[in-house]
């Protein structure tokens, strides 16, 4: 035994050959629909298919905030616009002039609080999201202006989205 | 694990038997589906 050939150094074909992450990376990113493995089922087995770029495409997920808020997805991205229209207004917002100027001035405190506050909001929320909806003390405390700014918006309570996120997370 | 190209489309259908410990002898067989064939294919395109 102590004589033998010990095995060629090649690997398996089997092994998993090396992927860069900037590949990985890429494929997540431009990649449509969820990132959960494909499943198949058999009668006595659930089957599912992973790929190098599921498992990266978790790994991403667990290190970035958590943004997916389920049915309250629309409500956010319109959020998250008013946030880039605000940004836009505290830019000038092609105002022309000393009037506009001024125009672009005043914009500018509203737009910075309404940006402050839609920041709050995300916070707020990916906070929520991410410990299942039992809001700790300082989330609780934080989380009235969601409701100011839902009633506002789209007529109807945030009280709704804070039940929501916590449904959906349980 | 199964190298990739194991499960490429152009294999046209591709078949997985599945043996649970309890049955050995009796195997469960699917064939799998081309639109998780075509999925697989284009995770590895860029890799």
């Known amino acids: ?170 | 694990m199964f190298d990739p190209a194991a499960l490429g489309p152009l294999c046209g259908a591709v078949k997985l038997t599945v043996y649970s410990e309890n049955e050995p002898d009796k195997g469960d067989a699917r064939v799998v589906d081309q639109k998780v064939l075509q999925q697989i294919t284009r995770d590895f395109a860029p890799l």
Not at chain 1, 109 to 121: K, L, N, Q, S, T
């Open chain 1, 1 to 170: 035994m102590a004589e033998a050939m010990p095995p060629d150094a090649t690997h398996l074909p089997l092994d998993p050959r090396p992927v860069a992450v900037s590949a990985l990376s890429e494929a997540v990113k431009n990649r449509a629909g969820s990132l959960s493995p494909y499943p198949m089922s058999t009668t006595d087995f659930d089957v599912a298919f992973i790929t190098p770029v599921h498992i990266y495409g978790a790994k991403d997920q667990a290190r970035r905030p958590v943004m997916d808020f389920g049915s309250w997805s629309e409500y956010f991205a319109d959020v998250s616009a008013r946030a880039a229209g605000a940004r836009h207004a505290q830019d000038g917002g092609g105002a022309v002039g000393q009037g506009g100027a001024r125009r672009g001035d005043d914009a500018r405190d509203g737009a910075a609080a309404d940006e402050a506050r839609e920041v709050r909001i995300l916070a707020d929320a990916c906070l929520l999201r991410r410990h299942g909806g039992d809001a700790d003390p300082p989330v609780r405390g934080r989380t009235p202006h969601l409701g100011v700014r839902r009633r506002s918006t789209k007529g109807s309570t945030c009280l709704i989205l804070l039940r929501s996120v916590r449904c959906a997370a349980r």
